[in-house]
């Protein structure tokens, strides 16, 4: 399962750092990313980022948003800065994992977590 955490109120141009991790029997973890949705509108990714350390942001948040992991604790962080009214939303993180189990990529996605600018 995945366990996100980090979010809530913050003022506009305020820094915010969510986190996810990973638990369970996992064979291997692959693309972990973020997405994001805000009220009336669909869920749209945010970015994501591969084990290698390969990344990809959404042009909305290119330049204010880094993503990273950390392998051996299975988990992935968003570090957004300079954030904006426009980035409230509610924030899942979702990962491709192959638990022990199993033998393919399964999609797995976090309880999401709430990011709220205030103007």
């Known amino acids: 399962q995945l366990q996100a955490s980090g979010g809530g109120l913050v003022q506009f141009g305020g820094s915010q750092r969510l986190s996810c991790a990973a638990s369970?029997?996992?064979?291997?973890?692959?693309?972990m990313g973020w997405y994001r949705q805000a009220p009336g509108n669909q869920r749209e990714l945010v970015a994501t980022?591969?084990?290698?350390?390969?990344?990809y942001y959404a042009d909305s948040v290119k330049g204010r948003f880094t993503i990273s992991r950390d392998n051996a604790k299975n988990t992935v962080y968003l570090q957004m800065n300079s954030l904006k009214p426009e980035d409230t939303a509610l924030y899942y993180c979702n990962a491709r994992i192959i638990p022990r189990s199993e033998a393919a990529f399964i999609d797995y996605w976090g309880q999401g977590t709430q990011v709220t600018v205030s103007s």
């Open positions: 369970g029997s996992i064979f291997r973890i692959g693309v």
């Open positions: 980022a591969t084990s290698s350390g390969d990344t």
